[in-house]
């Protein structure tokens, strides 16, 4: 989807559209810009900046509070849309989706026309726009849905995809970030054509398991297949603070809310944890986590107030004014596990 929360406001808000909009906090409330529209993109705000700093960069922009059950019930019928075409739909994120249509062509006769007729859809049914790669694979298609945004369809034959990749920068990957990328460059990679010339030895040497996967999609190569099951991998909460903490026995108590919620999240799905996150993030914006791993899987709130509170205490925050906390449990589990008594 194209800008997908704040495309929402404006479909249904006039009055916003061609202006700079920004889903997030207000600045007076130590905000963070989660999405932003084209309009807004032009002046440089992007996810994760600081609203104050986005109300600089672009005085007349308008703040938006996220609705987050509003674009979860439009995901749902963007999603209803998608899977009349296919049942092999993989939900990437809220507004992202893998479609595999190899066996689902129908009256369309070929995924470009099929494509074309889900952006007719989703523009004539829901007033959004979608942006839709075609290609063999999950790789291929991804990167193509990145081009000619907004409202884009780009289209890349098997015939092609060398021709496609190639003059791309290697960050247009899966699974190259930053640290990859640098790590290409002191070999002397910087687009993808230049990856495909160095040897799989190499690349396994000095990348292990994931030099294999460089070494494939240099090449097109991507067999993973678009899986419509997917289990859930983590829950959690988090909070940023109009005003720095300072006291610990603050942080405790926010610490002690987060895991009732955490621990609420994972009743309702049945659920045990057994990975239990803090996340902590000072005032000048450095970021932190610390984990612990439990041999026997948790899920009261108690215990997990108790571990976060001690990861708490194994980061600056005791001496550091805090920003934001957060508690996430991982490595969940369908169930509970409990310790039973040898003589019970």
């Known amino acids: 989807m194209d800008c997908f929360y704040a495309a929402v406001h404006m479909r249904d808000d006039p009055a916003l559209r061609g202006r700079p909009v920004v889903i997030g906090g207000r600045p007076e409330v130590r905000g963070v810009v989660a999405a932003a529209s084209y309009e807004a993109r032009k002046f440089g705000i992007h996810s994760a900046m600081p609203s104050s700093r986005a109300l ?49 062509l129908g009256a369309a006769g070929s995924a470009t026309a099929l ?38 369809l780009t289209v890349v ?39 495909r010339e160095r040897p799989l030895d190499l690349l396994v040497e000095r990348f292990g398991k994931h030099g294999r996967l460089l070494f494939e999609f240099a090449r097109g190569i991507d067999d993973r297949p678009v899986e419509t099951h997917q289990e859930r991998k983590s829950l959690g909460t988090e909070s940023t603070y109009a005003a720095d903490l300072a006291d610990v026995a603050k942080m405790d108590g926010e610490l002690e809310w987060m895991a009732a919620e955490v621990a609420e999240a994972l009743a309702r799905r049945g659920f045990a944890a057994c990975t239990v996150t803090v996340k902590v993030r000072y005032a000048d914006f450095t970021t932190v986590t610390r984990s612990r791993t439990f041999n026997l899987p948790v899920h009261d709130a108690a215990a997990i107030a108790a571990c976060a509170r001690d990861l708490l205490r194994r980061t600056d925050a005791p001496y550091r004014p805090v920003r934001l906390l957060g508690v996430t449990a991982s490595n969940l589990i369908q169930g509970r596990l409990v310790q039973l008594s040898l003589f019970g």
């Open 56 to 104: 600089r960069l672009c005085p007349e922009v308008v703040f938006i509070p996220p609705d987050f059950r509003r674009y979860s019930r439009e995901s749902e019928k963007i999603f209803a849309i998608y899977r009349e075409f296919t049942p092999l739909v993989q939900a990437v994120s809220i507004d992202e989706a893998y479609l595999d249509v190899s066996d689902h």
């Open 115 to 152: 494509a074309r007729e889900i952006r007719r859809r989703v523009r004539e049914e829901r007033g959004l726009t979608v942006s839709v790669g075609v290609g063999p694979n999950r790789l291929v298609a991804k990167i193509a849905s990145d081009f000619h945004k907004p409202d884009g």
């Open 157 to 195: 034959p098997p015939h092609k995809v060398q021709a496609f990749l190639d003059p791309l920068p290697v960050r247009r990957l899966h699974g190259v970030g930053p640290a990859t990328e640098r790590a290409l460059a002191e070999l002397g990679v910087q687009a993808v054509a230049d990856l």
